[in-house]
């Protein structure tokens, strides 16, 4: 009887160890069903969702570059841009144009969506994907930031064929561009410019000291700043922001004196030809006349000097130029240079 006891027990082990077994193969039989589904995937299945990161990662960057470029109105149809730069006045006709941070918001996530919509809508045409995809109208959320900025990218998209769904959830990009910080000393330079009747040629003295911010003359009218930031890149380089002011009418009704740019530091070898150009305007908006004391070089109207030295020029030089309007009031500059032999 024990016999057929332990019989029977050795013939329940070996049916259990086989079901354990089938088991295990039936198992192992799906999941290399799975694999090889997922392995014999069509390609654009497997690379569509990197392509529709990479396309919204190029839309969003695309976006800050231009709203960068053209003064914070990415749309330059809408008037008030220079036409030689395609950047939009910040101050013209008496009057503060530069939008505000929702405004910028809303601007970046339009330009966005406008853009992705076709981006998606070709990449499925490409791939042969159109039919089976399930997805609404892109839309893009932008978060400012004192230090970096976030593009979000909603609904989700669904792809769908024979033996496949992908779904591709919210996208989200973010970016090392203070732009918040930004566009807040913009601010202060458009605030100083306007309320006080003249423009400066000098960054603000409180300047982010990560912040570079270049003065450009481009017309008699026109002053350009343009703010380059060390601390925000954009595809490994210097994120960089401009905008113009108009030279406006004089509200005091006192005449002011000839605006001037510094004129910086110049070393030159003996021999060398030099040219500098005297960067000034009129707030009146009338011609001005240029002078120098010294026998060394005229200016002419535009204020161009030109010159060469020699070895009989040798030394240290700080010459007055003085800039006179139409009234008779005068700005006076110096143009300091060494000439070594």
Not at 16 to 42: C, H, M, S, T, W
Not at 191 to 199: C, G, M, R, S, T
Not at 218 to 238: A, P, Q
Not at 267 to 286: M, R, S, T, V, W
Request: with cysteine; glycine share 6%; aromatic share 14%.
């Amino acid at each position: 009887m024990k016999i057929k006891r332990g019989q029977v027990s050795i013939f329940v082990l070996f049916g259990l160890i086989l079901l354990i077994a089938f088991g295990f193969i039936f198992y192992l039989n799906n999941r290399i069903d799975e694999v090889e589904r997922v392995v014999k995937q069509p390609y654009e299945m497997l690379s569509v969702e990197n392509s529709v990161q990479s396309c919204f990662d190029y839309w969003a960057k695309n976006a800050l570059i231009k709203l960068g470029e053209r003064g914070g109105v990415i749309n330059t149809t809408q008037g008030f841009t220079n036409l030689i730069y395609k950047v939009h006045y910040a101050v013209t006709d008496e009057k503060i144009i530069f939008p505000d941070n929702n405004e910028i918001k809303i601007q970046l996530e339009n330009y966005v969506d406008e853009n992705i919509y076709f981006c998606i809508e070709d990449l499925l045409s490409k791939e042969n994907l159109l039919g089976h995809a399930r997805f609404g109208m892109p839309k893009t959320n932008v978060r400012l930031f004192k230090d970096h900025i976030i593009f979000e990218l909603n609904p989700d998209i669904v792809f769908s064929t024979k033996d496949y769904t992908k779904t591709i959830r919210a996208i989200s990009e973010d970016y090392d561009v203070r732009l918040w910080n930004i566009l807040d000393i913009s601010r202060s330079i458009i605030h100083d410019a306007y309320y006080n009747d003249i423009i400066p040629f000098e960054a603000p003295k409180f300047i982010d000291p990560n912040l570079d911010v270049n003065v450009q003359l481009i017309s008699r009218d026109n002053v350009m700043y343009v703010l380059t930031d060390d601390l925000s890149k954009i595809s490994g380089n210097n994120y960089f922001f401009r905008f113009v002011i108009s030279v406006y009418k004089n509200l005091t009704g006192v005449n002011m004196p000839p605006v001037v740019q510094e004129i910086p530091f110049f070393i030159l070898g003996e021999g060398k030809h030099f040219n500098y150009k005297i960067n000034a305007y009129d707030p009146e908006g009338k011609d001005l006349k240029y002078s120098a004391v010294t026998m060394l070089f005229d200016i002419d109207r535009n204020g161009e000097i030109e010159f060469s030295v020699n070895k009989n020029d040798i030394g240290n030089w700080n010459i007055p130029i003085m800039v006179e309007d139409a009234e008779g009031a005068i700005t006076t500059k110096f143009l300091s240079f060494r000439v070594e032999g």
